[in-house]
Each structure stands twice: as structure tokens, then as C-alpha cells.
């Protein structure tokens, strides 16, 4: 996949600054919308940091209070393997509801499906760095056990009292699944709850990488176009701080620190899910930023209901043969993709996007389904069998 290159406001328009538009940008795209092979052990990562392959439990979800809560003297080449895992966790959890919003989309050719198609671009570039990095300390990304069923919380407890959950697209999802994913920890400092955004994670990793300052091995680690970046292994500490910064600076649910730079032509993640829901692209005025600026249509999507809890266990037969269908690509991806980390190479890693492609055939016809004697259509499942 590749991004788009397009500018928010159109050739001569001046670049975005992210030290203004942070500070008058984030309170408004926060508005409410209404409810509606084994590795050596030690390689392996501490257990309270290990993602489940299922629903979170209580261990899930206080892993990266867990982490965080260790002194920085003693946050080592374990800490670093827990914390990278946890971060292979959470950009793979973000992948299949962004798949299932883009795929909901009739016609692709518009503003929001470009926007869509290009975080789902960078979604894998993520997953990418942060598999280069556990490889580079001595680690082995565990992609398969990582995956979450959904719904349910972000994988660490990162960002709490976020509940994913996977559906068409409508305003309801941009608003409480894509931007609260992707969500700055500005807008949600009001909170009396500490909360752990993922751009804070990222921020002490980093520290964590300079502190401890381990040797970097590229035994393992790949390198390919994934989206519109280049993936490329990390040697030294400085391509370690250029690989998380990237991530953090395409909005990766970044803190966002009012010195951030925000230097190329596309808004970061959760400002460009933002102009998805106002509708609006980000614009500069004489009073700060605000969404009115050209408009982005939302999308005509097939509407594919929630996935329930436990998925569709009733779903008429060639229902389920097209689930299963799907589920066991998905499962053939993620194999594929552990595989890339731990010998395979670039053929696995080629093996895994092949499959990836047969994915959203089965999920399309899903979608293109009506649920009997309820509102919607089926969709994928996104469960690892």
C-alpha cells in the first residue's frame, strides 16, 4: 500500500506546524459523539508484559503500568524486550479495525479511503520498526500470540477505558475507535485517570534505548517498502531514535510535545481521522486550527454490523465457510509474519503480504451479506485460529 501525496489544503499552502495545531486543534477533534520455534529464555518476555491471544485479562491490562512503574536504572535488555513486545502487540491490534473500515468503503477513489489506506500503510510500517527493534536486542517478535480477539481493550492496558471493536464505517467508529486509538495524550490530560497513550510508551522506550545503550544486532532484522516508507534495519542508537520518532511523528497516538515538528504533507493520524469525522480538512486561521477547511465527504460504506463478543457462532452456513475462509488466511499472515523475524526472511515476509491480499475478497462478500432479522451485514472476524 502507498499513501497519498496530496496536500490537506492544496498546492501553496503553507506546511503544517503541529506546535500550533496541537494546541487548538486537539480539544476540537476530541468532541463527543453520543454511545452508540521457541526463542531462548532469555529472549522471551517478562509475563505481565506477554499479550494474550485472546480477550485481555487483568495481567494484559496492567502490563505497561507494570513497566513503566520499573526505576529507569533497572529498565535493561529484558525491559527492553518486554516493553517491544508489548509494542508489536499494540500495532498489530490497530491493523484489522482500520482493514474493516477500509474495506467497508464502496467507491475508494474519495478523500476519506485515501486517508484510510494510508494509516493502514503506515500501521504495517509500525509493526515493522518495532519487530526490527525486538530482533535487534536479542529478541523474537511473537506476532501470532500477540493478536487480540476482538472486542476488547487496547493489548497493555494502554489507553483504558478504550473499547476496539470491529465495523463499517460509520462517524460512531472514526470517532470511538480510530481517533481514540490514535488519540494525542493532550486531549486526554483533563482525565483524573492516568492514562498510558501509546505516544508516551514509545517516548520511554526510547529513553530506555539511550540509557541502556545495548548492542544492536541485524541478524534477523528486515528491510522493504511497506506503505509509503522504507523499512530499513537499525545499526545504531540514532537509527533507533529515527525509527521511533517516525512512528510517534505519523501520529501513533504520539504525547505530542508542542516542540513536535510536523514536516511532511499528511496530517498525523488522529488529526486525519478527525477531518474524517468533522468532514473537514485542518485548516490554519488567524484564530488556531480548526476543521473548516475543504471538505471531506464521508464515505457511502457497506454497513457491517459489530463483530459480538465470541463472534458468529449461528451464521448460516455459507457464512461461516466464508469466516473460516477468511480466519484462516489471517492465520497463514500471521504465521507468515513470524516467520519473516526468525529466519525467514523476505520470502515469508512476501509470503505474508501475498496473503494478506486474499483476505478482503471473502471480507467483501461478508460485508455484502445481511445479517437475518437484524440491521447490517457480516464482516470479518479477525480471529488467529
Known amino acids: 500500500m502507498t499513501g497519498t501525496s496530496e496536500h490537506p489544503e492544496g498546492p501553496g499552502a503553507p506546511p503544517v506546524d503541529r506546535r500550533s495545531l496541537l494546541a487548538s486543534a486537539a480539544l476540537a477533534a476530541a468532541a463527543p459523539l453520543p454511545a452508540a520455534a521457541p526463542a531462548p529464555a532469555d529472549a522471551r518476555p517478562p509475563a505481565d508484559a506477554r499479550p494474550a491471544g485472546g480477550p485481555a485479562g487483568p495481567g494484559d491490562c496492567r502490563s505497561v503500568a507494570r513497566l513503566l512503574a520499573v526505576p529507569e536504572a533497572g529498565r535493561g535488555i529484558g525491559w527492553l524486550q518486554g516493553a517491544l513486545q508489548v509494542a508489536v502487540a499494540l500495532e498489530l491490534a490497530t491493523i484489522p479495525p482500520y482493514l474493516c473500515g477500509w474495506w467497508s468503503i464502496r467507491d475508494r477513489r474519495g478523500e476519506a479511503a485515501r486517508l484510510i489506506r494510508r494509516i493502514v500503510g503506515d500501521e504495517m510500517y509500525h509493526l515493522g520498526v518495532v519487530c526490527n527493534l525486538l530482533v535487534a536486542v536479542g529478541g523474537r517478535p511473537r506476532i501470532r500470540r500477540a493478536a487480540p480477539h476482538y472486542p476488547g481493550p487496547l493489548p497493555g492496558g494502554v489507553r483504558p477505558g478504550v473499547h476496539v471493536y470491529l465495523s463499517g ?162 492465520h497463514a499472515v500471521l504465521d507468515a509474519l513470524d516467520r519473516a523475524w526468525w529466519g525467514g526472511g523476505p520470502s515469508a515476509l512476501g509470503a505474508a503480504v501475498h496473503a494478506m491480499h486474499g483476505m478482503e475478497g471473502p471480507a467483501v462478500q461478508l460485508m455484502e451479506t445481511k445479517i437475518p432479522d437484524a440491521p447490517g451485514t457480516y464482516g470479518p472476524q479477525f480471529r488467529p485460529v
Request: a positive charge.
Open 169 to 330: 464505517l460509520t462517524r460512531t467508529f472514526v470517532h470511538d475507535v480510530m481517533m481514540a486509538i490514535e488519540a494525542p495524550e493532550h486531549p486526554l490530560a483533563r482525565t483524573e485517570q492516568q492514562a498510558y497513550s501509546i505516544g508516551r510508551f514509545y517516548g520511554h522506550l526510547l529513553t530506555a534505548f539511550r540509557r541502556t545503550a545495548p548492542h544492536l544486532s541485524t541478524r534477523h532484522q528486515l528491510s522493504d517498502r511497506i506503505g509509503a516508507d522504507v523499512l530499513r534495519p537499525v545499526r545504531t542508537l540514532d537509527d533507533v531514535e529515527r525509527s521511533i520518532e517516525i512512528v510517534r511523528e505519523q501520529g501513533e497516538g504520539t504525547a505530542a510535545s508542542p516542540a513536535d515538528a510536523f514536516q511532511d504533507d499528511h496530517p498525523a493520524h488522529y488529526y486525519a481521522f478527525a477531518e474524517i469525522y468533522h468532514g473537514r480538512r485542518l485548516r490554519r486561521t488567524a484564530h488556531g486550527w480548526h476543521f473548516t477547511g475543504a471538505a471531506v465527504p464521508f464515505p457511502d460504506a457497506r454497513p457491517m454490523a459489530r463483530v459480538p463478543s465470541g463472534g458468529r457462532h449461528h451464521a448460516p452456513a455459507h457464512v461461516r465457510r466464508l469466516l473460516a475462509q477468511f480466519d484462516g488466511t489471517y
